[in-house]
Each structure stands twice: as structure tokens, then as C-alpha cells.
């Protein structure tokens, strides 16, 4: 599927969902309409949950990239399941991966990427972190790569794999996952207790 076929010089429609919510970029949804994609589930244990919005800055020719949506975020960064939402909490795009594959559905239809930092890569057009996201919204570094616990008097937080997670306000859900390298993208989440 190409660029132009999802819409992504702009980033209209759902698909753009799957970025910010797998991040956790994932990642975010602006709604379109109100076509369901699949039904919402019941929320597990394991699961985390809230509001997400990613951000990619303008760079060279290509404009400013913002979305939003509520997430669920289950499983994994090997296998999982993620629903983007409307405010309604009507399920906008809802993608499922394994070690083989990640399928996302969106009233657009069904796409199959190799893995989750491709599905963010062609929906957004950067690749996000995803398999450290699990991690970074429960506070923590991830355990696969080294980081630097900040000291005082910056922010609450560590950096790693070249972005900067603010837990300044962790204690009332908020994670704040910046990467300054250009295009600056910053992955913004209040996550539910």
C-alpha cells in the first residue's frame, strides 16, 4: 500500500490512529465519521489504558503532524492488541501483532505490516519506539537498551534510545516521551489508574 493510497501526505482519515497509538505511539486517531471497527473489549488486567497524542514537527516540505485518540493497549511488544477510540468510545482502528505480523483494521479496511515499526513508520512517516512505550507508560526504562536516569534539576525521568521521558507527573498519569532529533516528535500520555 503506498503513501498516497493511506493519505499520508496529510495524514487525513483513521489510519493515522495506529501511529499514535502504538506508540503508543503508538498512537492517535482524528475521527472521520462514526464507522465501527470492531467491538470495544472488556478491559483486562494487564491492560493500559487512556489518552494518547503524538506529534511530529513540520520538516522541509512536510507540514506539521498532530493526532489524538483514548487507547488500550494490551499484551505485549511481542504480541498484543491496541483499540484507538472516539470520544463516544466507539473503536476507530484496532491493530493485533505477533512475531509474524501486525494487522490493522480501520473502516478502510485491513493492512498487514511486518512488524510495529513499520505499521508507525508508513502511517506517520517516523518510527516510533513501540516496544519501549510498553515500558516507558508504566514509568520505567526499557529493559533492552541502556538509559540515563536524569539528575536534578531536570525533569523527572531518564532518556533513552535517543528520546527524553518526562515522569514529572507520572503520579497523576502523565508520561511526556520527546525525541529532539529532527523531525522533533513528542508522545504525550494520561494513562487511567
Known amino acids: ?18 501511529a499514535a497509538a502504538l506508540t503508543v505511539s503508538l498512537i492517535g486517531v482524528v475521527a472521520t465519521g ?8 472488556t478491559r483486562q488486567p494487564d491492560s493500559i489504558s487512556g489518552r494518547m497524542s503524538v506529534r511530529v514537527d513540520a520538516i522541509g516540505e512536510q507540514p506539521v503532524r498532530s493526532v489524538s485518540a483514548s487507547f488500550e493497549l494490551q499484551g505485549t511488544p511481542e504480541t498484543g492488541l491496541l483499540n484507538l477510540s472516539s470520544p463516544l468510545g466507539t473503536v ?18 485491513d493492512t498487514l505490516f511486518p512488524n510495529l515499526d513499520a505499521l508507525t513508520q508508513e502511517v506517520l512517516g517516523e518510527s516510533l519506539p513501540v516496544a519501549a512505550l510498553f515500558d516507558w507508560l508504566h514509568g ?8 540515563v536516569i536524569n539528575t536534578p534539576p531536570a525533569a523527572n525521568g531518564f532518556a ?9 507527573r507520572f503520579a497523576e498519569g502523565w508520561v511526556v516521551a520527546e525525541r529532539t532529533q529532527a523531525p522533533k516528535v513528542t508522545v504525550r500520555a494520561r494513562v487511567e489508574p
Not at 462514526?34 to 473489549?41: I, K, Q, R
Not at 533513552?160 to 514529572?168: F, I, K
Open 34 to 41: 462514526c464507522a465501527t471497527v470492531g467491538e470495544p473489549t
Open 140 to 147: 520505567r526504562p526499557w529493559p533492552q537498551a541502556s538509559s
Open 92 to 109: 476507530l482502528a484496532q491493530a493485533r501483532w505477533s512475531p509474524q505480523q501486525v494487522h490493522l483494521s480501520t473502516s478502510e479496511g
Open 1 to 18: 500500500m503506498s503513501r498516497r493510497s493511506l493519505g499520508l501526505g496529510s495524514l487525513p482519515g483513521r489510519l493515522r490512529a495506529c
Open 160 to 168: 533513552q534510545l535517543g528520546w527524553s521521558v518526562d515522569l514529572s
